[in-house]
């Protein structure tokens, strides 16, 4: 039986059809960092971290293939077309395998579910293509791959006694294979041996360590760790290359050969004489991952400025092709306005320890594509971790940094450096600007920016934009040692001016401005009821309710300014039913790193693990639940969030890229000029919910049937509300005509609707 059982696993690999999600998500990958790239059929196929894209030579046009499209978001190794089956073949350093074909993304998990080889040496190295036949090089052995029949072949373990080894490259020559191996040298056999998998049957021609292996103009050259580049003549290798640095990648056609190594890509001809070169210079630098030649130019492909394009006849000049993105997929924090983006990078740890730090740039997105400002732009500022608008002039962006202080960028030009040296921000190490360490920010409705001070007393500030000093908040009332306390995390405002804020482990702390009261819940005060004291997220909502994300679950506090008045405030879990019926907490346990309110009032939660979940107005209702599994997500941490009112877009930060959802609930209009409801019609078949967008704040909305009669009845919490077409759901309503009546909160203005629905 268990023969049968891998004899059927032969037959029928382990592929799955991945799902397209580009009718409803937005990848926005970086592609500046390129680690492998191949050419052919005057198109070049780059590989960034975890995307791919495809850049057309003759049209000088680009084409990504992400997670969006079906890929896995897991980081790629490497990338090979074959133009005779038309194939795009991925490679991952999980050992996951992923062929391209006609714009439908099939992955086989063969190779990462084979429970013989450990997690750690499943990487894919290098493809070769022989006939119908692509030879996977991985870290274990050479695995083939049948591209006509679109499955696995034989797996060759060519080791010491049939063991594992890792295996950088193979090509073949004159009815021999040769594969290059770390450890075990460079290994040769009769390709037409019916019983390769037989170690025997291989045998070693050279020892040592040697990481790729090329054909060109019918030579066989190898690399080594070294800055030496050999031919292999029978058991011995001579040098015909020698470069200024090791090389790190080659790459060979039919003309020439291209060494990469960090500083410039150098370029041979037949005859192995260099006749071009590109290099690094202190003007225009760059560092190389791999570069090739291809139709008289040459591309690089460099660590942080995406593939540039050099022409043979004009070096001096580098063309960058690399598509349209931010400057790094590690986003780390989000914050979007009117259809305006801002993406930062800098990160820290769940102690909030941000070493070693990062000096990273900043991105934003606008209708006209991407705008970066590059690491140099920033005035030294490392670890830039909160964004915050000016709601009163969205050109001016502060941006908090966890070590540096706060940097202000005014039109898209960062200005100001705000630190312990010349405003009054403090740094907890004496004198020292490296550890002003500032987090969470939220303008006021008078025009103040309120921004927290992580691990001295004077934990909370006002800060005026135009001024240097600030207005200090001391908590030391209210925290034993707060120099002790590791930071804090998100800062929020509610409808009266209340300031709330926490962190590491202080619980949530309320300030109102006004009285200059200090209120703090804490899971050790009886009765505040937080399942942690560590605050990561906090959110008021369109009904001025504070949500509250931990570390282990959340919680919600309805009063927000009654809390002030209370002796022992506390919070409020949220109880569900399970599908049996059986209540229980909501997220329960969950480590909670964001909440964001929809302009529907929906709350979208970001989570550790488990991905984002989207909830109804009070929670008890799942809406969606996105993980890597049934979506575009690269991964299920996800560390924020941004909803943007004015197009119901939703924004998702990960370590592995940013992704846009296309949400519909929008933030509340002025006035009832625009109420829309889509879909209109409603077709047959159509099972999910129209929306009706447009609504001022707390507007009335009713829909009635064309003879009058009421069916749903709703109050607007943002701009838009959502039916699923049943009469207050009881069942669905019958095809027609309907009405749909809104009446703003003064019922001062009303308008009136059409809807058709076809059952």
């Known amino acids: 039986m268990q023969y049968f059982r891998q004899l059927i696993l032969l037959i029928f690999p382990l592929c799955l059809f991945s799902q397209d999600f580009s009718n409803q998500w937005t990848g926005h990958y970086s592609y500046f960092q390129i680690n492998d790239a191949y050419a052919v059929d005057n198109k070049v196929y780059a590989v960034s971290e975890n995307a791919v894209f495809v850049y057309d030579t003759d049209t000088r046009t680009s084409e990504t293939i992400s997670t969006v499209n079906g890929l896995s978001g897991e980081a790629i190794s490497t990338i090979y077309h074959s133009s005779t089956y038309d194939i795009t073949v991925i490679g991952y350093e999980n050992g996951l395998l992923e062929l391209v074909i006609d714009d439908e993304v099939r992955t086989f998990i063969d190779i990462l579910e084979k429970p013989t080889i450990a997690p750690t040496q499943k990487r894919i190295n290098h493809f070769f293509e022989n006939e119908d036949t692509l030879f996977i090089s991985t870290e274990f052995g050479i695995v083939e791959f049948n591209l006509e029949r679109i499955e696995f072949g034989d797996t060759f373990f060519v080791g010491p006694a049939g063991s594992q080894i890792n295996i950088t490259g193979t090509t073949i020559f004159d009815n021999s294979i040769y594969a290059t191996t770390i450890g075990s040298g460079i290994l040769t056999a009769d390709v037409n041996n019916p019983n390769l998998v037989d170690f025997n049957q291989w045998s070693t021609l050279i020892s040592g360590n040697f990481n790729g292996i090329t054909l060109f103009n019918d030579q066989i050259l190898v690399h080594q760790n070294t800055s030496i580049v050999s031919r292999v003549d029978g058991n011995v290798l001579t040098t015909v290359i020698t470069t200024p640095t090791i090389v790190r990648d080659f790459y060979s056609d039919s003309d020439n050969l291209t060494i990469a190594i960090i500083d410039r890509a150098l370029i041979f001809d037949k005859s192995l004489q260099e006749i071009n070169s590109v290099t690094s210079t202190t003007e225009d630098a760059f560092v190389l991952n791999t570069a090739l030649s291809f139709n008289n130019n040459v591309y690089l492909g460099t660590d942080s400025r995406g593939l540039l394009e050099v022409d043979f006849n004009d070096l001096g000049a580098k063309n960058s092709v690399t598509p349209n993105g931010p400057l790094l997929n590690a986003a780390f924090g989000l914050e979007v306005l009117n259809d305006n983006l801002w993406v930062v990078f800098g990160q820290y740890d769940v102690n909030f320890n941000p070493f070693p730090l990062k000096n990273r740039g900043i991105s934003k997105l606008t209708s006209d594509g991407w705008l970066n400002i590059s690491k140099d732009e920033v005035l030294g500022a490392t670890s830039l971790s909160h964004i915050t608008i000016n709601p009163n002039n969205e050109d001016q962006v502060f941006i908090s940094s966890l070590s540096s202080g706060l940097l202000e960028v005014n039109d898209n030009v960062v200005t100001n450096l705000y630190n312990n040296l010349n405003s009054g921000f403090e740094a907890f190490v004496e004198d020292n600007p490296a550890f002003v360490f500032l987090n969470g920010a939220v303008f006021d ?282 009469a207050f759901g009881r069942h669905k309503v019958a095809s027609g005509v309907y009405l749909i009546l809104v009446t703003g909160e003064d019922q001062g203005e009303t308008t009136v609707s059409k809807l058709l629905i076809v059952r």
């Open 445 to 726: 409705n008078d025009g103040d920016l309120w921004i927290n001070n992580s691990r001295v007393n004077n934990g909370l500030k006002r800060f005026s934009p135009g001024s240097t000093q600030t207005f200090n908040v001391n908590l030391s009332g209210l925290i034993s040692n707060p120099g002790g306390n590791l930071g804090f995390s998100d800062t929020v405002v509610d409808r009266e001016g209340n300031l709330f804020f926490g962190g590491w482990n202080s619980g949530v702390i309320g300030y109102n401005s006004n009285t200059e009261n200090l209120i703090r819940l804490s899971g050790e005060s009886e009765g505040s009821n937080l399942p942690s004291n560590y605050i990561l997220a906090l959110e008021v909502d369109r009904n001025n309710q504070l949500w509250i994300g931990t570390f282990r679950g959340i919680r919600v506090l309805f009063n927000t300014s009654g809390v002030f008045q209370q002796s022992n405030p506390q919070a409020s879990q949220i109880i569900i039913l399970d599908d049996e019926g059986v209540p229980q907490e909501l997220l329960f346990d969950e480590t909670i790193t964001d909440i964001e309110a929809d302009g529907s009032n929906n709350k979208w939660v970001a989570t550790a693990s488990s991905g984002v979940f989207y909830f109804s107005p009070d929670g008890q209702e799942t809406l969606a639940h996105f993980t890597k599994d049934n979506s575009p997500l690269p991964t299920n941490n996800v560390r924020d969030i941004s909803v943007d009112d004015a197009t119901g877009s939703v924004y998702f930060a990960t370590e592995l890229g940013l992704l846009e959802f296309k949400g519909i609930a929008t933030g509340p209009e002025n006035n009832l000029d625009n109420v829309a409801a889509f879909p209109n019609p409603v077709r047959p078949g159509f099972n999910g919910r129209v929306t009706i967008k447009g609504l001022t704040s707390r507007a009335n909305v009713k829909i009635t049937d064309i003879e009058g009669n009421l069916v749903y009845e709703e109050v607007s919490e943002g701009g838009s509300i959502q039916w699923d077409t049943t």
